[in-house]
Structure formats: structure tokens, C-alpha cells
């Protein structure tokens, strides 16, 4: 059965602070990696991994995929108050159809002013 | 644009009562799927489905559960004979297309079975 595994569960800091969220899987076949955002509503999308070692990056968020490892980092710098949420993370072993999802159980980062 | 809309928000059921969640993809999107998300887990894929077909239903409970998608109207996850381990989070989403690549998620429907 296909695994997602989130570290930390949950992480609390202070309004400016840099973040690392992780996630390692074991997937029989992998595709790709997703990262979700979910702030006590829809789950929305961040960001699709393909390849190993090509960062993507949308404003101060950006993530990165080790496929050797099979790990992905999530960073967020100069978090905000509105960063609070909990990530998700999500591997896609269906063989590339991206809807068979498996989730890891997210983290809760909670940014204080 | 109006996202995904799920239908109700949060539903109360006693044991044995029948459940049904409802799904109004975005405008556009003709795939559907349903997730669930028991306590303390991560999101489980159910089912999946395009306008009068169930394209993949490998995550659906053997019985109990079913899902459609008709040529008019919403989605629909119908549990019949609720039990207490039914109660959880669905999540529907949907796509314009399939490879899905992002999926769009409703904010969910809350199932409590008393």
C-alpha cells in the first residue's frame, strides 16, 4: 500500500520566520508529488513535482523533489499570519492519472504575530 | 467563477439512517472524485467519476456505498445504513480533463452518525 509520512505534525513560529515542511513516501508507482494547502476549507493546490533536484517556487514558497530519497521539502520564508493552514502532501501512484491520490496526514503550522 | 460546491456543509445521522452528500463540479469540469478523510488520517481516494460513468470506484467500501454523476444535476455519494465509522469528511473535486493534474477540492461535507 502506497505511504505518505509528514513531518513535523505540527509546528508553531513567530511572523517572519523561515519553515521546512517535509514528506517521504514509498509509492510502487510514482509520478508525481503534489503539495495542497488547506485553511479549514478547500484544500488548494500549490505545487506539482515531477523531477528530482528542480525547484518550484511560487513567491516565498518553493519545494523541491528528491525521487532518489523519496522525500519533498516544502519552505516558506518570511511567514505570515495568513501562512497558517495545514500542508499536504500527496503522491500520485496510479501510473500518471493524477486523481488516485494518496495523502499524507498534513502539517499544522500555526504562524503568531 | 464558482468552485466546487458540496452540499451540506455538515450532516447528523443516527445509526443505520441513509447519508447523501452532493457535489456540483466547477463550470466546465466533467470528472469527479470523491475523497474521505477519516480522523486523524490523511484524504483517501474513493471514487471516480465522469457524467454517467464510474470510471474507478477501487476506493469505495464494498457495500453500503455508491456514487453517480447523471447527465444533469450533481454528484451524489449515497451510505446507506450509516455506522459510527462512517462519520468523517468527504471531499469532492473535479477536473477539466484526465491526467487531472490539479485537482479542484470543495470545502466538504462533515458526515456525523450518531
Known amino acids: 500500500e502506497d505511504k505518505v509520512v509528514q513531518s513535523p505534525l505540527s509546528l508553531v513560529v513567530h511572523e517572519g520566520d523561515t519553515v521546512t515542511l517535509n514528506c517521504s513516501y514509498e509509492?510502487?508507482?510514482?509520478?508525481?508529488l503534489l503539495w495542497y494547502k488547506q485553511e479549514k476549507k478547500a484544500p488548494t493546490f500549490l505545487f506539482m513535482l515531477?523531477?528530482?533536484?528542480i525547484e518550484k517556487k511560487s513567491g516565498r514558497l518553493s519545494s523541491i523533489l528528491d525521487k532518489k530519497e523519496l522525500f519533498s521539502i516544502l519552505n516558506i520564508t518570511a511567514t505570515q499570519t495568513g501562512d497558517s493552514a495545514v500542508y499536504l502532501c500527496?503522491?500520485?501512484?496510479?501510473?500518471?492519472?493524477?486523481?488516485?491520490?494518496?495523502f499524507g496526514k498534513g502539517t499544522l503550522l500555526t504562524v503568531n504575530p | 467563477n464558482a468552485g466546487v460546491m458540496q452540499n451540506p456543509r455538515h450532516l447528523v445521522r443516527r445509526r443505520g439512517q441513509e447519508a447523501r452528500l452532493r457535489c456540483s463540479p466547477m463550470?466546465?469540469?466533467?470528472?469527479v472524485y470523491w475523497y474521505r478523510q477519516l480522523p486523524e488520517e490523511g484524504l483517501k481516494f474513493m471514487v471516480y467519476?465522469?457524467?454517467?460513468?464510474?470510471?474507478?470506484e477501487s476506493g469505495m467500501p464494498k457495500e453500503r456505498f455508491s456514487a453517480e454523476f447523471p447527465k444533469e444535476g450533481p454528484s451524489i455519494l449515497r451510505i446507506q445504513q450509516v455506522v459510527r465509522g462512517d462519520s468523517a469528511a468527504y471531499f469532492c473535486?473535479?477536473?477539466?480533463?484526465?491526467?487531472?493534474?490539479?485537482?479542484?477540492f470543495g470545502e466538504g461535507s462533515r458526515l456525523t452518525v450518531l
Open positions: 463550470k466546465g469540469h466533467s470528472h
Open positions: 515531477t523531477s528530482s533536484g
Open positions: 473535486a473535479s477536473s477539466p480533463r484526465n491526467p487531472a493534474g490539479e485537482l479542484f
Open positions: 467519476l465522469q457524467k454517467e460513468n464510474i470510471i474507478d
Open positions: 500527496a503522491v500520485d501512484g496510479s501510473g500518471g492519472s493524477n486523481y488516485k491520490l494518496t
Open positions: 509509492v510502487t508507482n510514482f509520478r508525481s
